[in-house]
């Protein structure tokens, strides 16, 4: 006896649910992010963004009013480890482009990343301090770099559109973490006699980019071909400071420098002349951050109108100003 089962099958022009689902997440989740190598490095932005964001806005606090050091000697350590931090940045792009891959590189600086941070949480001392933020961190900072220059690789040869696309998450993920970290980590420790726990947090998030990177980043042939040129170290550092390129970078220097001067600043008088807590000093961070990505939006809008330059004139302007008019303020 044969027995028919009636089935019901949508037809094939209609296919509505698996459909519609797909549209969805196509929108939601473009198919430029289920690239392995794009993917992990995204996350792995968000780990970096996620030590930065969690120790930056503390970090003047515990320097000066934590572990004792002067004024001056706070200014001399962030202005020399700034210097450093660009002098390996250089070598290390130069070397990881001999080696041929950045994963090497990435590893390095993620390490840095976790016995600086661990050192200062579990040794806390004005030396281990000093030595942290002037020798182990700078290196740590190259891995931001190294993790877009890894995208760019990553990304090469794919259509202009879907590396603008990439170009807009991997930015949106460092966004996203001083967005909810800076804020979250002052409510945590707000009860807290120190900040020390901030850098147990970044070292903590370092780890995990050090597994990312080692254990789930997949290898690559080689590097951005267009940046690989094998020059020497002295070169590359030569090259960086010929007319052409470093005028530019001194342009670039003198914007960014109100940022860190901002950074180094703003704990101190939110805590101090402000009556703050700290915080309130994360919770402003992240306001901060999430208005900066609201601007991003709008300013990549204005480049459809008005050139480059005009908004880099317009932008250094608005910064020239707000300092003052906040500085003026009661």
């Not at 994963?103 to 016995?115: E, Q």
């Not at 090469?156 to 909810?180: E, F, K, Q, Y």
């Not at 950074?263 to 402003?284: K, M, Y």
């Amino acid at each position: 006896m044969t027995i028919l089962v009636r089935t019901r099958v949508s037809p094939p022009a209609q296919g509505y649910p698996q459909s519609q689902l797909a549209t969805i997440m196509n929108r939601l989740i473009p198919d430029v992010f289920r690239n392995p190598a794009i993917r992990v490095s995204m996350i792995a932005i968000f780990t970096f963004g996620f030590a930065g964001a969690t120790t930056t806005p503390y970090r003047s606090v515990v320097g000066i009013r934590e572990l004792g050091l002067s004024n001056e000697l706070y200014a001399a350590l962030i202005f020399a480890a700034a210097a450093v931090n660009v002098i390996v940045s250089i070598l290390l792009g130069n070397l990881a482009d001999r080696l041929g891959e950045y994963r090497t590189m990435m590893l390095v600086a993620a390490t840095f990343g976790v016995i600086g941070y661990g050192a200062v949480f579990f040794l806390p001392t004005q030396d281990i301090f000093v030595l942290s933020a002037l020798l182990l961190l700078p290196v740590y900072g190259c891995l931001n770099s190294l993790l877009f220059a890894n995208v760019r690789a990553a990304a090469h040869g794919m259509a202009p559109a879907d590396v603008a696309t990439v170009n807009s998450g991997v930015r949106a993920m460092i966004s996203l973490s001083w967005v909810l970290v800076p804020g979250l980590t002052g409510v945590l420790l707000s009860s807290s006699s120190t900040m020390l726990p901030a850098y147990l947090f970044a070292a903590i998030s370092c780890l995990v980019c050090v597994g990312l990177v080692g254990f789930l980043l997949p290898r690559q042939s080689g590097t951005d071909r267009a940046a690989t040129h094998h020059l020497s170290y002295l070169a590359a550092l030569g090259q960086v400071i010929s007319p052409k390129i470093f005028s530019r970078i001194t342009a670039i220097a003198l914007i960014s420098s109100t940022l860190h001067v901002n950074d180094a600043i703003f704990p101190l008088v939110v805590t101090g002349a402000a009556r703050g807590t700290v915080a309130d000093i994360g919770i402003l961070v992240g306001i901060v951050a999430l208005l900066e990505v609201i601007f991003i939006i709008i300013w990549s809008r204005l480049l459809r109108r008005i050139s480059q330059l005009a908004a880099l004139a317009a932008g250094a302007l608005i910064l020239r100003r707000l300092p003052a008019a906040t500085g003026f303020c009661p």
